[in-house]
């Protein structure tokens, strides 16, 4: 390990570790170019194989970037989806990224350090950073965007340029060091360790920006939320933004284990998928639809207002038919294929909206990022695997025997570090703090 990371490990302040060296080369979990067509003609894409651990380059930073020292990162399916090189691979993103010259270049490599999460230590400021500082701990916000944009100034999202951190740029989270815009960091919620911290960022933000920021559904007290793939990080972070809003939270879910996980975490609705044959192939949507409004109508007696869906090919023509009129469906995703095919019927002459989001604005991040430091919002981690293991935490997101989020340690040597606010820790209680490890959320 190198000499700053030892610095960061052993709690150096920030005066000491301005003056020990960035290093060179440093470890993370990357892809290589020269191995993006090992799974062609392959029925399974284990990502066990195609990612690796080892050493890359460190780039320079820009002026507006700073370097952190990653104590922690997490699996999402961005992961999964880059390391099978599916729907391209991303050495595509980062080369037409490349083409933009000046810094830009630097993403442009033969390796692609992936990772949309993160949570560590501030060790380098770029010299037009100005927020943030040496030993800062942070997390980082998921997207990536140009704040000379005419448009980020509206909204972030709408920059031409805005890319997924670590899925569309280089050196992203999951590795010794990350590099990260400035205006992508948060303040890292003191009460979390620096495991839950690092599995809240992408999965968290995006859900707020899908049902409480401006752009998204607006979900209010008495909303009914059909949630698809509750269990997940997205999904499980849906549940508990449902129901802090005053909504009910409906969730579904392809397993027994997982719908006990989520009454637990206080979905007030839990429908296994399985019992109800949505699965079924040949099925009419409508029908499956009907079957599904049935169970819905039986447990709160209406139509849901929204639906999130990020599944897509095998659920959204269902959502659209399920919502109530007037009703909303907001996707993010589309984990089971891209092309969705559904009855337009059932959406314009029943007043339906459909909302594309994607990722959160930095201000929908800020605000998120609040509601882990209030306790208003729980993290989500089943697991954790050491960074060299990463490969068997994406597997387990991968074929979906997952619940919440799995986490990776980086420079972390065990889990648990990080800490420091023990004192509103221990208001808020381990058994909210940890409802997927536990298996209790009180209240």
């Not at 810094?103 to 380098?124: N, T």
């Not at 990350?178 to 599995?199: F, G, N, Y």
């Not at 800490?419 to 221990?426: I, N």
Request: charged share 25%; hydrophobic share 40%.
């Amino acid at each position: 390990m190198d000499a700053l990371a030892e610095a960061v490990i052993s709690g150096a302040p920030p005066s000491e570790l301005e003056n020990v060296a960035v290093p060179g080369l440093y470890t993370a979990a990357h892809l290589r170019k020269d191995q993006v067509e090992i799974f062609r003609g392959v029925a399974d894409k284990d990502v066990r194989k195609s990612l690796n651990v080892g050493q890359v380059r460190m780039p320079r930073l820009a002026p507006d970037e700073v370097l952190i020292a990653t104590m922690a990162g997490s699996v999402s399916h961005d992961t999964v989806s880059a390391a099978t090189f599916e729907p391209r691979p991303t050495f595509d993103l980062l080369g037409r990224l490349g083409e933009q010259g000046g810094f830009d270049r630097r993403h442009d490599q033969d390796f692609h350090a992936i990772g949309s999460d993160a949570a560590g230590v501030i060790v380098r400021v770029g010299s037009s950073v100005r927020r943030w500082k040496v030993g800062d701990h942070v997390v980082v916000a998921g997207a990536w965007v140009d704040s000379q944009e005419p448009g980020t100034h509206m909204d972030g999202m709408l920059s031409t340029e805005q890319r997924t951190w670590g899925l569309e740029t280089n050196y992203g989270g999951l590795g010794h060091y990350s590099v990260a815009r400035a205006d992508q960091i948060l303040p890292k919620p003191p009460h979390l360790t620096w495991e839950e911290a690092a599995s809240g960022t992408l999965c968290a933000t995006t859900a707020y920006r899908m049902l409480v920021g401006e752009h998204g559904a607006r979900v209010k007290q008495g909303d009914i939320v059909l949630i698809w793939g509750a269990a997940g990080g997205l999904g499980s972070f849906a549940v508990q933004l449902v129901r802090n809003a005053g909504g009910i939270a409906v969730g579904v879910v392809s397993s027994e284990e997982k719908a006990r996980r989520l009454a637990e975490l206080g979905c007030d609705v839990v429908i296994n998928r399985s019992e109800l044959g949505l699965d079924e192939p040949g099925r009419d949507t409508a029908e499956l639809g009907r079957r599904l409004g049935k169970v819905i109508r039986r447990e709160v007696g209406e139509d849901p207002h929204i639906a999130v869906d990020t599944t897509g090919r095998a659920t959204f023509g269902i959502s659209v038919f399920v919502v109530r009129r007037g009703g909303v469906v907001v996707t993010c995703g589309s984990g089971s294929g891209d092309w969705h095919h559904f009855d337009n019927r059932y959406l314009w002459m029943n007043l339906k909206r459909v909302i594309g989001s994607n990722v959160a604005n930095y201000q929908e991040a800020w605000d998120c990022n609040r509601l882990f430091t209030l306790g208003r919002l729980s993290p989500v981690l089943s697991r954790t695997f050491p960074l060299a293991d990463v490969g068997e935490a994406a597997r387990l997101v991968q074929t979906n025997q997952h619940v919440g989020k799995v986490g990776v340690l980086c420079l972390a040597a065990e889990e648990g570090l990080g800490v420091t606010d023990p004192g509103l820790r221990a208001r808020i209680g381990e058994r909210k703090l940890t409802p997927f490890r536990s298996g209790a959320l009180a209240g």
